[in-house]
């Protein structure tokens, strides 16, 4: 008996076109999209996030504002979730791609920055920066109820586009 497989091929190809595209509508700008309204090309520019917090590569409280002026992809995510972790190298491959976008992958890990760059070293992960939330509070700041999730966030710090698995 011939089973089908449990997720559909090219998953993670599918997602790296997806940001691909909104990450060149967020680059292009969307300027003039207000919440609600769709876009040309099929994005919603959602609104403005929360100034939320978390643990950057140096182990210091970082703000989604730090990250103003620049695009952004953040990644919401934790090692142990399946989905997260067939993810991560596409999100590694965007990085090294897209050097003017900024991508966060914040993990929610418990064992913090160094569980994730233990994950990071074994999946070889080179392109990424380490970003951790152990306290989970960046999903309840966020209204975010499963993972994993990504938003795309313009330069002037407005949410664009919001994929949930």
Known sequence: MLGLPSKPPYTSLAILGVLALAIFAIVHGLN??????????????????KDVGFLGPDGEKVRLSDFRGTPVVLNVWATWCGPCVEEMPSLDRLQRDFPGVQVIAVSLDKGGTAEVEKFFRQESIRHLKIYADPTMDLMASLG?????VTMLIGADGREVYIYIY
């Open 32 to 49: 003039g999209v207000e919440r609600g309204q769709t876009s040309d090309i099929g994005l919603q520019k959602l609104g403005t996030l």
């Open 144 to 148: 975010i109820e499963g993972l994993p």
